[in-house]
């Protein structure tokens, strides 16, 4: 069985919140739920495609990559697979400390965007820095979501949606295997 990382019931009716800085983002998540129901509206978002083939800077051969990963972050690194909810390593931590992409060490995310979705898998409602993630569209479902992949090496870590809390309203649900935590009296 295939698990996935499906959209969570809002329950905090946000969406018509007044948060100019994201209404781009705001934007984003109406033209995704718009195409749920009119499937096929590829040319509303030419820029995410063009976004998506642009070479990153940390490339490897698949055989490298399985070689340095373990099954599991391959798996979902490089194959865009979906952990288990709540059988994962980082689904309720609160330690303070920095995520970390489990295929090239870019910094991700960082405790301080980190929240309780209640969904099994690690949220965030806002990436450590905008340009360490990217995204596209992604139309293994019935319905199209917003893959998130990291910006240098490629790799797959979850989804986002706009079901998220204040102040950007978004949900970035990432897989555990993606990521490794650095505790903040770890860092260097
Ligand atoms: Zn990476």
């Known amino acids: 069985m295939r698990f996935s990382c499906l959209f969570r019931p809002s329950s905090n009716g946000n ?5 100019p800085i994201k209404r781009r983002t705001l934007l984003k998540g109406l033209i995704i739920l718009g195409a749920s129901l009119v499937p096929r509206v590829f040319g509303l978002m030419p820029a995410r495609a063009a976004e998506a083939k642009r070479p990153f800077e940390v490339t490897k051969t698949d055989e490298e990559w399985q070689k340095m990963l373990t099954p599991e972050q ?9 952990e288990p909810p709540f059988q994962n390593k980082y689904h309720d931590q609160k330690e303070k400390g920095t995520y970390h ?15 309780d979705s209640g969904t099994g898998w690690p949220g965030f409602w806002q990436p450590m820095f905008s340009d360490a993630i990217g995204t596209r569209t992604d139309w293994k479902m019935l319905y199209p979501r917003t893959e998130v992949h990291c910006a240098r090496c490629g790799g797959h870590l979850g989804h ?26 770890a860092r260097e």
């Open 160 to 185: 986002v949606f706009n079901d998220g809390p204040a102040p950007t309203y978004l949900r970035y649900c990432i897989n555990s295997a993606a990521l490794i935590f650095k505790p903040s009296s």
């Open 101 to 115: 992409c489990a295929g090239c060490g870019l910094g991700l995310f960082s405790w301080r965007q980190k929240y």
């Open 74 to 82: 391959y798996r979902v690194l490089r194959q865009e697979w979906t």
């Open 15 to 19: 969406e018509g919140a007044d948060v």
